[in-house]
């Protein structure tokens, strides 16, 4: 018996590591976006927020400097001074409105109906854009219903930011090469555009308003069922950084919402690839486990060697593209926290049944 678990245990991390190597690959031979600034469409930026006092402004004025047609803030019903602060900093065609519904996805229909331009682009009020960001989400948006790009943790300054960055530089990677090679389709709801008139035309929140978060999931598959062009741009320049969350605990609240919204998915690959991943990161748990039991010492060894190295290379891959400074003291732990986190959270989420930002 204990034959056949090894068996199984080895094959999952096998197929984790062959994962990761080929992630990898097509990340590094995915060309750069080639993009014509050449008659450059204006275009709508929604940052719908709530209780964003703090970075708003400073997210705002990322933004400002592109010189986008306009900035439309969506207020979400803040009992911080957010309001107040965003009202101080509007330009001349830059809009500050209240959410009509409560909840995210609703704050974007809200900005969507107002929204003076056809190309909308959209982040969150604790993010920053990149300097060019404006310009190239609009330019793919030419040949594009939706477009998304990574978004990451800036300068982390302790291991729960650090975490943070690791996942996100990873998302980022596996988002973009599932995409491009049609295996499943991902995004986050920071730093995305799309068409007005296509997102008017398929409603994307009609059905799942309740459900918190999933904004970006939901929207993607609504416009996959349409069959709009969807792509994930990979550029230097089409990134997005967030604040990170400060503690492990509102970390594992942030993930519990996040996977919880996963239940509602209709991309059946989607969640596919999310299970098989899920089970991959549990064989690894397993397989520390079983070595009390009697497990070979000599797999255990090697099986996680090979995942250290593998995430190694992947990080170091798309950190060096996007020229992001790494914390690389933080590395090693947060490996082997990841299998523990995923698992502690998936658990949670089957709880979570709260509407929340």
Partial sequence: MLVWI????AALAIGYIAFIVYVTIFWFVRQTAHLSFDDLPPASVLIPCRNEEKTIADCMASISFQNPGEIVVIDDHSSDKTYSVVQARLRADDQLISNTDNGKKAAIKTGVASAQYPNILCTDGDSFVSRNWVKIMSMALKK?????GPVFVKNPLSWVEAFQQFDGIATAAVSGVGQWNKLFYSGTGANMGFRK???ISITPFDNNIEIASG???????????ANYPISYIKHPDAYVHTIPKRNWTTLVKQRVRWAAKTKYYKDKNLKIFWLIMGFAQLGFILMMLFVLFGISIKLFVVMWIGKIFVDFLLIKSVS???????????????????PFFVL?????????????W
Wanted: hydrophobic share 55%; glycine share 0%; charged share 15%.
């Fill in 6 to 9: 090894s068996y199984l245990l």
């Fill in 144 to 148: 594009n219903a939706l477009v998304f």
């Fill in 197 to 199: 008139k296509n997102f």
């Fill in 215 to 225: 904004d970006d999931i939901f929207l993607i598959e609504h416009m996959r069922r």
């Fill in 320 to 338: 060096h593209y996007y020229a992001i400074k790494i914390q690389w003291s933080y590395f090693l732990p947060s490996i082997i926290l990841y």
């Fill in 344 to 356: 502690f959270v998936a658990i949670r989420s089957l709880y979570f049944n709260k509407m929340a």
